[in-house]
């Protein structure tokens, strides 16, 4: 396990992607931490004699129509995508592998059940999906949690289900069977490990979409409600000033993108790195959510 | 083959049921007494028990259940809460636009995407190759709806050169902005695809063979490198079609373009219900057709698909 870790960590210092995606993240995450706790002196109080004045040295990403400094708005606002984007990601995983592993596991029954729900959920455009739940949910940041990781379950299942058959079957597996260790046991110490390498990176993949999932939930109205801030509102709200205050629009995208694009090159740095031919159809990487 | 699509077909049965008894429930749990905002503000209690009786709302739910699709069997997806129209009719007045949007980006995805891959494998080292394919990884992270804000405040407010918003009774004019923006994710998708497939097949062993037996090489090129580097493309385009819908709502309501996206966008504003139940259905009525459609091409094009899949 330490060798696995040791020749891990090599091959991911010789991939540039998920080196690049990573440094950009850790940036982003560091900095939108920090946005909350450092003192703002000042700069986030309403002070209308500011407002929409355009970027500077004092105000890098200009003033909001508050007079509020834009780049600790943005800043701020990133602190809900992202942890919107891990919590819901990360209840995809706990139900993708549940049911993943109840399907692959649990006998043909389970397993023709839980697939076929899977493919009721792949049948919508997941937007659409989403976008049609929060229309008739009680708005509010646990419902965006719930509703963005149930409808991830379905892709994580799909992977997890396909790496017990394949793991099943080992010959350690059958040995430890015999030597009488329980399913739970099985599942937990022999099965569950070796999909890790696949799960993290559908994780990472599917990360950067839910995160922009979210934003174009929040952007028509959908997701995160006033007066909390979130990139997707900040640039729908932007609209409004697009032809006096530009900024306003361009920054939330621009940092929304770059955050995007960094777990999507780690992501696809992971996949290379951790097995390539696992992910060979093209289906598995755009499903990644 | 037939065989093949059989299968397929009956695949379709227990999906469907799926995604039409989903759209059921999701709308039957709707916090608050549809009918309250059906009525507005001027009610009495008798004229909502009336009401209630005549959409069948004092019955049990599965009895409601099977109206339901006793309706749908008869393609009638409910009225509007607000006007009253039949939802059907507007879906089939506002598709026809969705779908001009939709065709006209797909097809600028598979031309801009095909060429920008091509063009990066075959120049994979200059100046021009690098910036292509970081153009493309750039393409699939940026969010649509933030994309056509900008090209609205380049092409409209700063250059003037086209509209920011309309259908302008569907000329080119005002489809040129929302159609590129609804297509750049794919394009990037398809662009990346496209030179891995090309990257792939001309190092192909029946590459080598064919080159060895002498063909010409704008045959090897046609024939043998470039169907194998486009099958992937085919897939791309398929699967993208759901995240064409779903970008459609986001383009749609950006460009004030007056198809379904921007009807269930507005419905959802007003609480609309059946219309954003009829809306949503349609459109996941159409993907998993598509997709159906989508996985019997892969099977013409790939013998070895058509096999395993039978």
């Known amino acids: 396990m330490k060798a696995d870790l040791k020749e891990f960590i090599s091959r991911f210092r010789r991939s540039r992607s998920a080196c690049a995606g990573l440094a950009v993240l850790v940036i982003v995450v560091i900095a939108v931490s920090l946005s909350g706790m450092i003192p703002s002196g000042g700069r986030d109080e309403i002070d209308l004699d500011r407002s929409l004045e355009p970027p500077s040295a004092a105000h ?172 997707g509102r900040m640039i729908s709200g932007g609209i409004a000033f697009m032809r006096t205050a530009p900024w306003l629009t361009l920054f939330p995208g621009l940092v929304l993108t770059l955050t995007v694009c960094s777990l999507n090159l780690l992501g696809d740095g992971l996949r290379d790195i951790l097995d390539p031919k696992m992910f060979s159809g093209a289906k598995t990487i755009r499903g990644g959510f | 083959m037939l065989r093949f699509m059989a299968n397929r077909l009956l695949l379709l049965v227990p999906i469907l049921f799926g995604v039409v008894t989903i759209t059921f429930f999701l709308m039957y749990v709707v916090p608050g007494d549809p009918v309250l905002s059906l009525a507005g503000e001027r009610y009495d209690e008798e004229t909502l028990e009336g009401m209630r009786r005549e959409l069948g709302l004092d019955r049990p739910l599965f009895i409601q259940y099977l109206n339901y699709l006793g309706r749908l069997a008869r393609f009638d997806l409910g009225r509007s809460f607000v006007t009253g129209r039949p939802v059907s009719e507007s879906i089939a007045e506002r598709f026809p636009r969705t779908l001009l949007l939709a065709s006209s980006a797909m097809l600028l995805a598979v031309a801009g ?149 921007r009807y269930i966008v507005q419905a959802i504003m007003k609480r609309d219900f059946p219309v954003i139940q009829g809306s949503i259905l349609f459109m996941a009525v159409l993907f998993v057709v598509v997709n159906l459609l989508v996985d019997v091409s892969y099977g013409l094009i790939d013998p070895r698909i058509r096999q395993r899949g039978a």
Not at chain 1, 84 to 105: C, N, Q
Not at chain 1, 115 to 134: C, K, N, Q, V
Request: glycine letters at 12%; a positive charge; hydrophobic letters at 55%.
């Open chain 1, 60 to 231: 890098p990403f200009g003033t909001d129509a508050f007079g509020r400094d834009l780049l600790l708005m943005v800043l701020r606002g990133g602190r809900i995508s992202l942890t919107v984007g891990f919590v819901a990601r990360t209840i995809s995983l706990l139900l993708g592998i549940a049911l993943g592993t109840l399907a692959g596991y649990g006998g043909r029954r389970a397993d023709s059940i839980v697939m076929r729900l899977a493919d009721i959920t792949f049948a919508f455009p997941t937007l659409l999906l989403l976008i049609a739940i929060m229309a008739v949910a009680t708005p509010g940041l646990v419902t965006l949690f719930t509703v963005l990781g149930v409808v991830g379950w379905a892709a994580m299942a799909r992977l997890v289900r396909a790496q017990v058959l394949a793991v099943r079957e080992r010959e350690y597996v059958q040995a430890a069977m015999a030597a009488g260790a329980g399913h739970f046991k099985i599942v937990a110490v022999y099965i569950l490990p070796q999909c890790l390498s696949t799960l993290i990176v559908v994780y990472t993949i599917g990360l950067g979409m839910t995160i922009m999932a979210e934003s174009s939930l929040s952007f028509l109205g959908l997701g995160v409600q006033p007066p909390a801030p979130s990139w």
């Open chain 2, 113 to 261: 995407g095909v060429f920008a891959g091509m063009l990066s494998t075959w120049r994979r080292y200059d100046r021009l190759g690098r910036p292509l394919m970081a153009l493309s990884l750039a393409g699939v992270s940026i969010p649509v709806f933030w994309l056509g804000l900008m090209l609205i405040y380049l092409f409209s407010i700063k250059l003037r050169l086209l509209p920011p918003s309309g259908f302008g009774g569907g000329s080119l004019r005002y489809l040129v902005l929302p159609a590129l923006t609804l297509s750049f994710a794919s394009m990037a998708t398809i662009a990346r695809v496209t030179r891995a497939g090309f990257m792939e097949a001309g190092s192909g062993d029946f590459v080598r063979t064919a080159r060895a037996k002498g063909l010409a090489e704008s045959s090897v090129m046609a024939k043998h490198v470039f169907r194998n580097a486009l099958i992937p493309v085919v897939t791309i385009v398929g699967t993208d079609f759901g995240s064409y819908l779903s970008g459609s709502v986001l383009t749609e309501t950006i460009f004030g373009w007056p198809g379904l996206g």
